[in-house]
């Protein structure tokens, strides 16, 4: 049964584009569905050049009927059940389902349509279904617990245990030692949960989308840069609106909270952004936050389970709910003392420049923040864009990784892409062999979530000994290039670039047995090591030399501004991560114990006040458009970016150590990590890359939250 992965890294946004509808359809001939055939493409991709929206139900149900007779075959065959037989058989099952729906859910992230959204709704409860009469199967879990209770004398390789191992848990966490009227109201929560999962990302969407913040006066417009105004003009004119307008899109949201002088404006602006899903009408999500908080934990107690928070954690890196807390409340320790700190000197550094009030508010921190950086380091994001064009950032990317790793990426136009602004690779290893195809797709649309994320649309595995190569995509939201200026990234669109091109790494670089263990199918506070490993090489001078120059003149970053970058990179860093250690508490506090909440503007300041820096503001809320947690994937487990953190940083010190393109440690992350997937427990591939297990004491050095000695 192959995993569908949609993998988001960022937080969640969104409307509506129709570039999958424009095909010409003959009355007199029943068309063909493009998804039913062999993909006649590039190395198998995509066909979306032929795809259109209607073919998208046919070949789902289609994979699902395939999908359950493959299953059939492995329950009705007259054998033993043994590992081949059963195990990696049902590894292999539904292969045309996993392709297509991949294609789907990742369409309806980058590029959905009102029209998606609905195939969406009707197929989410399919593919539940299917889901769940696999892993309901009464006669296929009695082979497959035969198989795992015979594992000690099936002398597996290490891969094929973990193989097994996941098999038979993802069976029993999936309710298959349940039986009667259990059984029956195991599976109505699992498909509840996931209608409310959609319908909180609508929510959040429609909230995002509808609102436009309008200035006509120009003195509104006080401290903004001209990229700023010029965008916010482009964006009234779209609308067909006077003047200028910004959106709670980030690349307008962003610098209107940093540069706006107008501060009853940046107050409008953060309150209508942080109180998306939180007004009690229709796209209100508070009541979608109760039942999916209870009905998670009703799951977890009918599988046998404290909590939800128990039932998620015993598979992770972490292994439990204790352990978790434990992690937050030692790193809030280290960082309270050095956030109320920072805090201060904000506040002292405002009141120098005029503030005449004894706090600050929400919608001043970026504000102050962002002046005294510049101060302190004489450096701001404007300063350095011009040495981060989008191309050159992409180059230096693709450099980064040849000198690590030795592949290269060629850009293919004969690979079908989904809008004209997704560009697609090939990727070859050192010898010149075939390893991947890589899609990127960086400019927000209106059909887009926020955030940025890697996701696949076919896993690494290997078939009668062929090693099928994935394809693997970068989806982002950077500033779009206006008429006179390229896309310049902001430094923090830097390191998300890296950021998703490490998650991509770990996919391109995969050589695994099977899909279920293969590229970024692994342990979720382990998926973000390769990712965040990566943005260390964003202030690294012999990084930025590969790429960093101005978008005018050609000229290298200069060492002074590189040093400033480093220098800078620990600013406010207790505030930071506070903000971090403030929603990893949050989700623990929604799926730690039984819960019945009352109401959840209550409970969220409640889970959160020792970590808030800044008054509360009435009528906001950070849950009720918290898709991580409620539509997203990280239930108890936002931690694991933190977590990430401590590995990245750890394993970035032996780089380090050896120098930041040693072939020697790439090779060895390569061989442990990057290649490996979830094909043994992420501790043993750690402690086989470092010798040994990870230190925090690397993260807090680099946080400056503990003197180097
Ligand atoms: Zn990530």
Redesign the pocket.
């Known amino acids: 049964m192959k995993k569908i992965i949609v993998f988001t890294?960022l937080i969640i946004g969104m409307s509506v584009t129709h570039v999958l509808l424009s095909s010409y359809s003959d009355p007199l001939k029943e068309p063909e569905n493009p998804l039913l055939e062999k993909f006649n493409t590039v190395h198998e991709t995509v066909p979306f050049d032929k795809v259109r929206n209607e073919h998208f139900l046919p070949a789902i149900k289609e994979g699902i009927a395939q999908g359950r007779s493959e299953v059939d075959a492995i329950v009705n065959n007259p054998e033993a059940p043994s590992f081949a037989n059963t195990i990696v058989a049902l590894d292999r099952s539904g292969d045309r389902l996993s392709r297509v729906s991949s294609a789907l859910f990742n369409l309806n992230a980058a590029e959905t349509s009102p029209e998606l959204q609905q195939i969406v709704r009707e197929v989410s409860p399919l593919t539940t279904e299917y889901s769940n009469d696999i892993s309901l199967n009464e006669k296929l879990f009695a082979r497959i617990k035969t198989v795992y209770e015979n594992r000690k004398s099936l002398q597996l390789d290490a891969e094929s245990a973990m193989l097994l191992e996941k098999t038979y848990k993802s069976f029993a966490r999936n309710g298959a030692n349940l039986s009667g009227p259990d059984k029956d109201r195991f599976r109505a929560i699992n498909k509840r949960l996931s209608e409310l999962a959609i319908t909180f990302n609508e929510n959040v969407l429609e909230e995002t989308n509808h609102y436009l913040l309008e200035v006509t006066e120009e003195r509104d417009l006080a401290g903004l840069p001209d990229f700023v105004k010029e965008a916010a003009k482009l964006t009234a004119q779209e609308k067909g609106k006077p003047g200028w307008a910004f959106t709670l899109q980030a690349p307008s949201f962003m610098p209107f909270m940093t540069y706006s002088e107008n501060r009853e404006l940046r107050k409008v602006l953060f309150v209508a952004s942080s109180s998306r899903g939180f007004h009690g009408d229709k796209n209100d999500n508070q009541a979608i936050i109760k039942e999916t908080v209870k009905l998670r934990h009703e799951r977890a107690k009918l599988l046998g389970y404290e909590s939800h928070a128990h039932f998620v954690l015993e598979e992770r890196m972490a292994g439990s709910a204790e352990k978790v807390n434990g992690f937050l409340a030692e790193l809030f320790d280290y960082a309270k003392p050095v956030a109320d700190q920072q805090m201060q000197e904000l506040l002292a550094y405002a009141q120098k420049l005029g503030f005449a009030e004894n706090q600050l508010q929400r919608w001043d921190y970026g504000f102050y923040a962002e002046k005294l950086k510049k101060e302190k380091y004489a450096i701001d994001n404007e300063m350095l864009k011009p040495y981060f064009k989008l191309e050159n950032v992409v180059e230096g990317a693709f450099m980064v990784a040849q000198k690590l790793y030795g592949i290269t990426f060629k850009p293919n136009d004969q690979i079908p892409v989904y809008h004209p602004e997704v560009k697609a690779y090939e990727v070859f290893d050192e010898r010149g062999e075939f390893l991947a195809v890589f899609y990127t797709d960086f400019f927000p649309r209106p059909g887009k979530r926020n955030g940025a994320?890697?996701t696949s649309f076919r896993g690494q595995e290997v078939i009668n000994k062929t090693n099928v190569r994935p394809h693997i995509s970068n989806v982002c939201n950077f500033t779009r290039p206006t008429q006179t200026i390229p896309s310049l990234l902001t430094f923090g669109e830097v390191e998300t670039l890296f950021?998703?091109f490490g998650?991509a790494l770990h996919g391109i670089l995969s050589q695994c047995q099977y899909g279920s263990t293969s590229g970024m199918s692994v342990y979720w506070d382990f998926?973000?090591l390769p990712?965040?490993i990566m943005e260390n090489w964003c202030t690294e001078k012999e990084a930025l030399d590969l790429f960093a120059r101005h978008y005018l003149t050609n000229e290298p970053i200069p060492q002074a501004l590189v040093d400033k970058i480093i220098a800078s990179a620990n600013f406010m860093e207790g505030y930071v991560t506070m903000r971090q250690l403030s929603l990893g508490m949050l989700d623990m506090a929604y799926h730690g114990k039984v819960q019945d909440i009352d109401d959840i503007g209550q409970f969220e300041q409640q889970a959160v006040a020792k970590t808030n820096l800044l008054p509360a503001v009435a009528g906001t809320n950070v849950s009720t458009a918290f898709s991580h947690i409620f539509a997203g994937g990280y239930s108890a487990g936002y931690y694991s970016y933190k977590w990430a953190e401590v590995l990245d940083a750890d394993a970035f010190s032996y780089f380090k150590s050896k120098g930041i393109f040693s072939k020697e440690v790439a090779k060895s992350f390569r061989d442990n990590v990057l290649s490996k997937g979830g094909s043994e427990h992420p501790m043993t591939l750690y402690k086989r890359f470092r010798g040994q297990e990870p230190s925090p004491k690397p993260l807090l050095k680099r946080a400056g939250l503990i003197k180097v000695p």
């Open positions: 890294c994320w890697a950021h998703e998650h998926v973000e990712s965040q």
